[in-house]
């Protein structure tokens, strides 16, 4: 998502469906691996106010001198471990003529080897995520997975790009999608490795949407593409009258699926996944900056109308508007009947959808500096950062603030949450963990170069841009 908000006049084109004759390019790879040396130390330790470089960086890692020869072997019990790590009977339906059953004795080595594949287990399911769809991780924009991170994260991986990294990037099948300012947009895997990267010719800052095996995602000059996901080459693209700043949601109903994007024209258009087809523009009084959050069969977004917009996907008409208060930068999110969104001056509101009114604001008068980022939610708590430095968490019930944590510099990157775990970065290239409940610093890692990107997670890393033109892939090794 765009990290520094701009209102620029709109610019005049036809906004049309078009297949062109293109296609992608599969180059050789720009990956980079860094050489960090691991240690481990013990693997329940947290470390508060920890702090690391992308060159250097202490690892932690649980200690296990386990190998794979010792998990071999063999047992007249015929038991094995399923998914859940349960040891189950391969042989449940034995007869004896006795009905007294009998103990089964695990030797030092099978037990050892059955406690190791029930950690591996348990470890695999503690952070298995098949996917970071979009924008903020799902369609309600609410940027929270209950997978847990490693209390330290490392540096596995990165992949470098020519130009800013302003987009966020989504993830499936352990591959990352993410375009560039460069003007190309990049499919690599986890080792930083290049699968393929498409020419857009012009800037993307848009974030991605992967959808039935397709990637949607804007220009800055108006272009919605759509490539396949597979090879990059492209099935539809759509023009707007402005740039598209902002990521894509969708709605499926009659078997029709309908992208919804916003532009800088002012419009929010309805184009049909399967064709590219225009089916509807919604005009709005101002830019859409923002990604729209799905609700029922309605999108939510804000823009610098000041308004909270509602609109019915498959026929593209307004259902509300209500109003807030001056232009919003930022993304909603989306929990049970309420959005919830920052504007430009400050202050955050929690709005309910089905009666159109503002249930709670935050409004801080000696701070009035714009919340760009957009929030993350898990149960009651809100998490975002502001231009002013702070990383607010406030309690969804009632607004209240629960706690406050000054950072090293301004925040337009959105907060992420896994599990009791928050993940945000900053304008001088900081990337901090804070814990949910108590916003204790546990980690920070110095990438070095400004974050306007918003993380995802996925498989227990964090994979993030940066205005070195790098995607950077965190977690345990």
């Not at 490693?150 to 375009?179: H, M, R, W």
């Amino acid at each position: 998502m765009r990290g520094i908000f701009s209102c620029r006049l709109a610019t005049s084109s036809d906004s049309t469906a078009i297949t062109p004759d293109s296609t992608a390019i599969t180059p050789d790879s720009t990956a980079t691996t860094p050489d960090s040396t691991a240690t481990t130390p013990d693997s329940t330790a947290t470390t508060t106010n920890s702090t690391a470089t992308a060159a250097e960086w202490a690892a932690t890692t649980p200690d296990s001198n386990a190998t794979t020869s010792e998990c071999i072997a063999t047992s007249s019990s015929n038991t094995a471990t399923t998914s859940d790590g349960t040891a189950t009977a391969a042989d449940s339906t034995a007869t004896s003529s006795e009905s007294t059953a009998k103990p089964i004795r695990w030797s030092a080595p099978i037990g050892r080897c059955l406690a190791i594949s029930i950690l591996i287990l348990w470890t695999h399911a503690l952070f298995a995520q098949s996917e970071w769809p979009i924008f903020r991780g799902n369609q309600q924009l609410t940027a929270s997975v209950a997978h847990e991170l490693p209390n330290q994260l490392q540096l596995l991986a990165s992949f470098q790009t020519e130009d800013d990294i302003k987009a966020s990037p989504v993830v499936k099948d352990g591959v990352v999608y993410c375009g560039s300012t460069d003007g190309y947009f990049y499919a690599f895997n986890l080792k930083g490795e290049l699968k393929w990267k498409f020419n857009a010719e012009n800037a993307i800052e848009a974030p991605a949407v992967l959808l039935d095996g397709k990637v949607i995602f804007g220009s800055l000059d108006g272009w919605l593409f759509c490539l396949n996901q597979s090879d990059g080459a492209v099935v539809w693209k759509y023009k707007t009258d402005n740039q598209i700043i902002g990521s894509a949601n969708w709605h499926t109903a009659n078997g029709q699926t309908v992208i919804a994007v916003g532009s800088y024209d002012y419009f929010l258009h309805g184009v049909n996944l399967a064709s590219g087809e225009g089916l509807w523009q919604y005009e709005s009084d101002n830019f859409i900056n923002g990604a729209p959050a799905l609700y029922k069969n309605m999108v939510v977004f804000g823009g610098c109308d000041g308004f909270l917009h509602l609109v019915n996907l498959q026929k593209g008409q307004v259902s509300r508007k209500i109003e807030l208060s001056t232009y919003m930068a930022s993304s909603p999110a989306i929990v049970g009947n309420e959005a919830y969104i920052g504007d430009y001056e400050g202050r955050f509101f929690a709005v309910d959808l089905e009666n159109g009114t503002i249930r709670w604001t935050y409004d801080n008068a000696e701070k009035n500096l714009p919340f760009i980022a957009s929030p993350a939610i898990s149960g009651n708590s809100i998490v975002l950062g502001n231009e002013d430095r702070q990383l607010y968490c406030f309690n969804r019930k009632d607004g209240t603030l629960v706690w406050t944590k000054r950072l090293s510099n301004r925040i337009n990157s959105s907060s992420v949450v896994a599990g009791n775990k928050v993940i945000t970065a900053t304008m001088d290239g900081m990337l901090f963990m804070h814990n949910l409940q108590t916003g204790e610093e546990l980690q920070r890692y110095e990438l070095g170069s400004q974050m306007m990107s918003s993380p995802a997670i996925y498989d227990g890393k964090i994979i993030i841009g940066a205005n070195d033109g790098r995607i950077y892939i965190l977690g345990r090794k």
